[in-house]
């Protein structure tokens, strides 16, 4: 079994900061890089990374890098506060960076720069955005950006098994960024089937709990589902044409979307969700399901999660024949 590591963007940056500082800004003239402390008192979050360079072309500056699961509205204002904060503390320029790792949807449009005018005063940021769906993967063997390796399965022509097990490959060989094999597997099954995974590579979801891309997956996709049932309800409760219908609807609707995404989480965690278990989950209501968002995320086993379950269902019974 593969040891438990840290795979946040700060380790993963410092797994080779030259070649990612260089990759960030397309300046290959960058020869030396430092990371720095970004924690700032009002602006700090576990996905922020402070570099200082040294480039041929433009001397010593600091670039700023975020990188996120999906697109956010509010990463450019924050990004700018961000880069000011830097710029006082060290006394260098700033260039910010903004990596996308999944999309948020086709309508969405990620903007580049944060732009306020009050009073006849202007305030301006441009930020680099990189989106990683857009990024050829051939390009990361092309250009040996081995830490981008892990991203390989959710790159543009990425979902090749071909080139997903070539990704593994390269990765076993690097001592240095091996132990990142884990979330190679883990983006992969966005795109693959799940078995399919499993035969490429050595997989072992336990050790990506620690991760805060894996908590916020959870959160984002529970979110999800309770959007996408809402929308369902409501479209149910039109139908039925009176008011009772609507807040029925709405509120059968919010239950389905989060339960299915516990079906989906339990098969991306262990495989596979049983028909008869998935049954089961469907049977929940509202609180009972936001009872077993923890579990599907922290169960070692499917058993251990089927124990946590039958305990709700219990519960559920007594307070029936109360």
């Known amino acids: 079994m593969a040891k438990a590591v840290d795979i946040g963007s700060k380790r993963l940056v410092s797994l ?15 020869k030396s890089v430092e990371l720095l402390s970004g924690e700032f008192q009002w602006v700090s979050r576990a996905n922020d990374v402070l570099i200082k360079v040294e480039s041929v072309q433009h001397g010593v500056f600091l670039v700023a890098n975020e990188m996120q ?3 956010d509205k509010f990463i450019l204002r924050r990004l700018r506060a961000y880069a000011s904060l830097a710029e006082e503390r060290y006394g260098l320029l700033v260039y910010p960076v903004v990596v996308n790792i999944l999309p948020r949807g086709a309508e969405w449009v990620q903007e580049t720069s944060y732009h306020s005018e009050l009073l006849g005063l202007t305030a301006h940021q441009d930020v680099r955005v990189i989106n990683l769906w857009e990024v050829d993967a051939n390009s990361v063997f092309e250009q040996e950006l081995m830490t981008l390796l892990p991203f390989t399965p959710i790159l543009y022509g990425g979902s090749d098994p071909l080139k997903i097990g070539k990704a593994v490959s390269l990765l076993r060989e690097q001592e240095d960024i091996h132990e990142l094999e884990p979330l190679l597997a883990f983006f992969a099954s966005f ?11 050595r997989w072992d979801m336990t050790i990506l709990r620690e991760s805060p891309w894996y908590a916020e997956i959870l959160k984002e996709g529970l979110a999800e ?3 996408l049932g809402y929308k369902q309800g409501i479209e149910q409760g039109i139908e039925q044409g009176i008011e009772q219908g609507i807040e029925q609807g709405i509120e059968q609707g919010i239950e389905q979307g989060e339960a299915e995404m516990i079906v989906r989480l339990l098969a991306l965690r262990f495989g596979e ?16 399901l936001e009872l077993l968002a923890e579990p599907v995320l922290k169960s070692v086993t499917p058993d251990e999660f089927i124990d946590y379950l039958a305990q709700i269902e219990r519960a559920v019974d007594q307070s029936s024949q109360t």
Do not use: Y
């Open 16 to 30: 080779a900061p030259a070649a990612w500082a260089r990759w960030l800004t397309g300046d290959e003239s960058i």
């Open 69 to 71: 699961l999906k697109p």
């Open 191 to 201: 795109v693959l089937d799940t078995q399919l995974v499993r035969n490429i590579m």
């Open 225 to 227: 589902g309770r959007d």
């Open 273 to 288: 969700c049983e028909p008869e278990l998935a049954k089961r989950i469907m049977k929940l209501k509202g609180f009972q």
